[in-house]
């Protein structure tokens, strides 16, 4: 006869281990102090109401108006510079120190289609310091600032993605697809650079032109309720949600995002330029958050060089996303990639659930100068791209103590797509409390001490719903 009290034992002693082993990993994300010190510490305090001088009329660019009345208010120490209800065009406008730029309900920003109304700046774009148009709404060398509203700014940023697909025709039949995306120098709908104190709340954005939002070299952000629709005027390149690149400190919470690129992305620099810049993101919360069309609800890289730390994802949903949480990486890129913790979020109808990868899209990743060029005679930033990593060893990225929990995925293609280098596998990636329902369990190439505890996969016969083109986000960008 088995001893039935012996087995019982052992039943009582196993639940005790996962319940052990499951607080653990709720401790960790529990203690993690500095999530409460993460976004703006302040709005601005300037209670007088600067209106813009200009009437409906979109025949006319009023971008001098608008910076007229963000100069008068910053000059006689901030406030509220408002417009009265109307459509409103305007080029690139650079918001000061102490200033909030209230866009209300019944107003309509409509971006300029004149790249010279945006005019060149020193900046970074996907990981390289160059320069580049200035975006529509900018917050620059400032403190203490906000953009805020329930109205809408339509970049109208079809405009670039026809300059974009036109020169990449060209490029790509001259073995330049790696440096295309950089001389096309689309706009970007708002740009957050060498700045702290700055909130982002409530605003619409259409069809930019480029990235959205990018927080670039900046401190105590609060990005909350924005909704970002960059479809509506067809499929634009490189469209992304929220862009992270190099900052700290950074809140996005209550956000809804349909776009064409990752909706969620957290970078910090690409290979010689951004391993000479060297600075990270880090101390991140994404909460609250939907991810509808996109190629990643939660996306780190392709711009690793600085290093990705310290982020907290929770309570996020993705419809119809390409990927769940994404890597990417390049074997040029370096950094390293830790402390990321993903939990508590539901994901329907994505093709992968976790979507790793540290050798992504060699085209358009690796930089080669075709014959018929001589290096002396090209662009600046064309010999950023070219310049090696010395030694190689410095461009191997690394990925390792990924904490994910309470993680539903429905409806999906695969669970795992996983592949990690033979010199840099992808380490300590725990899985906790987990339920993937998708068609493949999918590949994991290159991985080491990853642990599963209480994880449920369920195979499915349909793969996930197509977005509207049907096909993937890189074959969207061949």
């Known amino acids: 006869m088995p001893d039935i009290n012996f087995h019982k034992r052992v039943l009582f002693l196993s639940v005790i281990i996962i319940f052990l082993f499951n607080s653990r990993l709720v401790a960790q994300s529990s203690k993690l102090s500095w999530v409460s010190k993460v976004g703006a510490r302040q709005m601005p305090a300037g209670k007088k109401v ?37 459509v409103y065009v305007s080029g690139s406008i650079f918001l000061k120190s102490g200033v909030h ?38 917050a620059i060398d400032v403190k203490n600032v906000a953009i805020t509203g329930q109205g809408i700014v339509n970049a109208r940023g079809k405009f670039c993605w026809d300059k974009y697909w036109a020169m990449r025709k060209d490029y790509d039949t001259k073995g330049l697809r790696w440096i295309v995306d950089y001389d096309a120098k689309r706009v970007r709908t708002v740009l957050i650079q060498n700045a702290s104190d700055v909130s982002l709340k409530g605003l619409t954005f259409k069809n930019a032109g480029f ?8 401190e105590h952000l609060t990005v909350d309720g924005v909704v970002i629709k960059n479809n509506e005027d067809g499929s634009g390149p ?102 990321i913790y993903f939990q508590n979020s539901k994901l329907d109808s994505v093709k992968n659930v976790f979507q790793y990868n540290l050798n992504w899209y060699p085209a358009y990743s690796y930089s080669e100068l075709p014959k018929g060029y001589t290096y002396e005679t090209i662009p600046a930033h064309w010999k950023s791209m070219l310049q090696k990593v010395t030694p190689a060893e410095k461009g191997t990225p690394y990925a390792k103590n990924f904490y994910i ?6 409806n999906s293609g695969n669970a795992f797509v996983a592949a990690g280098l033979e010199q840099s596998m992808l ?24 642990k599963f505890n209480n994880v449920v996969y369920t195979a499915v016969k349909k793969p996930p719903v197509k977005n509207q083109e049907g096909i993937e986000h890189e074959e969207r960008l061949k």
């Open 50 to 86: 600067y209106m813009v001088d200009a009437v409906t009329d979109t025949s006319k660019v009023i971008t001098k108006s608008i910076q007229a009345a963000i100069d008068q208010c910053a000059a006689k120490g901030g406030g509220i510079v408002s417009f009265a209800p109307g």
């Open 101 to 138: 730029l209230r866009i209300d309900k019944g107003v309509l920003i409509l971006g300029s289609q004149n790249f010279d109304d945006y005019p060149d700046i020193d900046t970074r774009i996907a990981g390289i310091e160059m320069k580049w148009p200035a975006a529509l709404i900018n």
């Open 211 to 218: 990235w959205t939002v990018q927080l670039l070299y900046s």
């Open 238 to 339: 490189s469209t992304d949600g929220i862009d992270v690149d190099s900052s700290s400190w950074v809140l996005i919470e209550n956000c809804d995002i349909d776009c064409n690129d990752d909706n969620f992305c957290l970078k910090a620099g690409r290979d010689w330029d951004g391993l000479r810049v060297n600075r990270p993101t880090e101390y991140v919360v994404i909460r609250k958050c939907l991810a509808r069309r996109g190629a990643g609800l939660v996306t780190l890289g392709s711009e690793t060089s600085g290093g990705i730390r310290h982020v907290l994802a929770t309570e996020l949903t993705a419809r119809n996303t390409d990927n769940g949480l994404r890597i990417k990486s390049a074997t040029t890129r370096g950094g390293t990639l830790e402390e």
């Open 405 to 410: 929990s309470n993680i539903t995925a429905t």
């Open 427 to 450: 380490d300590n990636f725990i899985y906790t409390n987990c339920t993937l329902s998708a068609v493949n369990i999918g590949t994991m190439e290159f991985t080491k001490n990853w």
